[in-house]
T-cell receptor, first 115, second 112 residues
Framework: DTAVSQTPKYLVTQMGNDKSIKCEQN?????MYWYKQDSKKFLKIMFS???????INETVPNRFSPKSPDKAHLNLHINSLELGDSAVYFC??????????????FGPGTRLLVL | SQELEQSPQSLIVQEGKNLTINCTSS?????LYWYKQKYGEGLIFLMM?????EEKSHEKITAKLDEKKQQSSLHITASQPSHAGIYLC????????????FGTGTRLTIIP
């Protein structure tokens, strides 16, 4: 059984389009994340949600809007796609415990190519 | 903000040889994660270190966090083709793990 799953795995689209990426986790975690990995393989956090509430928003353009309908899902909607949005987007999840560090488990990634 | 530098950036090793990857932080590490990434796949969790001097092993991979907690090393013994991939270290903040800062990555190639 896949712990953290993302759809689609590949996404090729034209500049200016709007697209969504979906993420689901079946680990029972209460915290989910979106990371972006650029062409140089540098991985950087974008958003983090805890119990459907936004807790981290790392200077990401307003064109990116995460949505968490429930604890097990965190979707990423991107408006007016630009060439620079081409990257691999990873979803991750973890369980948040006060004062304790828990491992983040990652999905397989969504490879977005904007033409 | 915290920065993590990994060295080397890439490594080509003959099968059966040992190797070490280093991760150096600009600030004190409160939790250090090692992940492995293969092309087309997500990040696979390897190990997490929290205490200075801590060392953990899994199969042929050993990771250490130095006493001063600003550097970690990942050592692979008798490397195999299955070890090939990109190794990433990630640092947690001292307040929690909501935000992981990742290193620049080390691409490991194993040649037969």
């Amino acid at each position: 059984d896949t712990a953290v799953s993302q759809t689609p795995k590949y996404l090729v689209t034209q500049m200016g389009n709007d697209k969504s990426i979906k993420c689901e986790q079946n680990l029972g975690h209460d915290t989910m994340y979106w990371y972006k990995q650029d062409s140089k393989k540098f991985l950087k956090i974008m958003f983090s949600y805890n119990n459907k509430e936004l807790i981290i928003n790392e200077t990401v353009p307003n064109r990116f809007s995460p949505k968490s309908p429930d604890k097990a899902h965190l979707n990423l909607h991107i408006n007016s796609l630009e060439l620079g949005d081409s990257a691999v987007y990873f979803c991750a999840s973890s369980q948040r415990w006060a004062g304790k560090k828990e491992t983040q488990y990652f999905g397989p990634g969504t490879r977005l190519l904007v033409l | 903000s915290q920065e993590l530098e990994q060295s080397p950036q890439s490594l080509i090793v003959q099968e059966g040889k040992n190797l070490t990857i280093n991760c150096t932080s600009s600030k004190t590490l409160y939790g250090l994660y090692w992940y492995k990434q293969k092309y087309g796949e997500g990040l696979i969790f390897l190990m997490m270190l929290q205490k200075g001097g801590e060392e953990k092993s899994h199969e042929k991979i050993t990771a250490k966090l130095d006493e001063k907690k600003q550097q970690s090393s990942l050592h692979i013994t008798a490397s195999q083709p299955s070890h090939a991939g990109i190794y990433l270290c990630g640092a947690a903040s001292n307040f929690g793990n909501e935000k992981l800062t990742f290193g620049t990555g080390t691409r490991l190639t194993i040649i037969p």
